[in-house]
């Protein structure tokens, strides 16, 4: 264990949304961008905790257990039982509060476009990691999360800020465009931030500040490495 990384603890908040508009499909949460960070936060000898808004079991996202996106850690997930556990009886957003971790992270999938871009709760309980100085990150579709939140002086917190993101031909490369509820790239140039991304489905993350946010499921790992590095320092 990492003695550097065994005092630490990391808030990750995953989606209880499970409908894909009304497509009749399900959705939910990317495997691989929760899979990814947690074996890299747990191996590095932090301590995780798992929210969804509605406690309880975090709805997967079917298309991300097809067999072209698994990864060693996908797979790790599978044949864990402690972690599909942790999935199962995750606890309640609003049960938790800033003063107990030392950062926190969004998975994506498209189920956070619907429960946690407008959450209430969530984005108090990222305001008050800003405001506490702790880092903020997220993956893929969950840098919607960021989309609302404020600074001090009520302007959007991503302002000016380099951020990253699910990017629209992503969007419209998995036939997704007229089912989410808006396109991430799009709402978050509209809140004047500095936008960045690579070309599709390639690694991609950047960090502002406390601020940490990678593209796409790809870049799950490279936040997870980020946001390791700015707790280590």
């Known amino acids: 264990m990492n003695s ?18 009304d497509t009749g499909h399900k959705t939910g949460f990317w495997v691989e961008e929760f899979a990814a960070p947690y074996y890299a936060f747990l191996d590095a000898g932090a301590e995780v905790t798992v929210v969804t808004p509605k406690g309880g079991q975090a709805p997967i996202d079917p298309n991300s257990t097809a ?8 797979e790790r997930f599978y044949k864990d039982q402690a972690a599909q556990d942790v999935i199962a009886n995750t606890q309640k957003l609003s049960d938790v509060k800033q003063d107990d971790f030392d950062a926190i992270f969004y998975p994506g999938g498209h189920g956070p476009l619907w429960d946690l871009t407008e959450n209430e709760e969530s984005i108090a309980l990222i305001e008050s990691f800003i405001a506490a100085n ?18 001090a002086d009520g302007e959007y917190f991503i302002k000016g800020k380099t951020v ?3 990017t629209n031909s992503e969007e419209a490369a998995v036939q997704l465009t007229e089912v989410v509820p808006f396109l991430l ?26 601020m940490i ?3 796409n499921p790809a870049s799950s790992e490279l936040v997870a490495e980020k946001l390791l590095a700015q707790l280590a320092k």
């Open 134 to 151: 702790k880092p903020i990150s997220s993956v893929c579709h969950a840098p919607s999360a960021f989309l609302n939140i404020k600074d």
């Open 4 to 21: 550097l990384m065994s005092s630490k603890k990391i808030l990750v908040v995953l989606t209880s949304h499970s409908d894909l508009g």
């Open 67 to 74: 067999p072209d996106a698994q990864t060693e850690a996908t």
């Open 213 to 215: 946010t990678g593209q």
């Open 164 to 166: 990253t993101g699910f």
């Open 185 to 210: 790239e799009d709402e978050m140039k509209k809140r004047g931030a500095d936008y960045k991304n690579t070309a599709d489905w390639t690694p991609f993350a950047v960090q502002d500040g406390l």
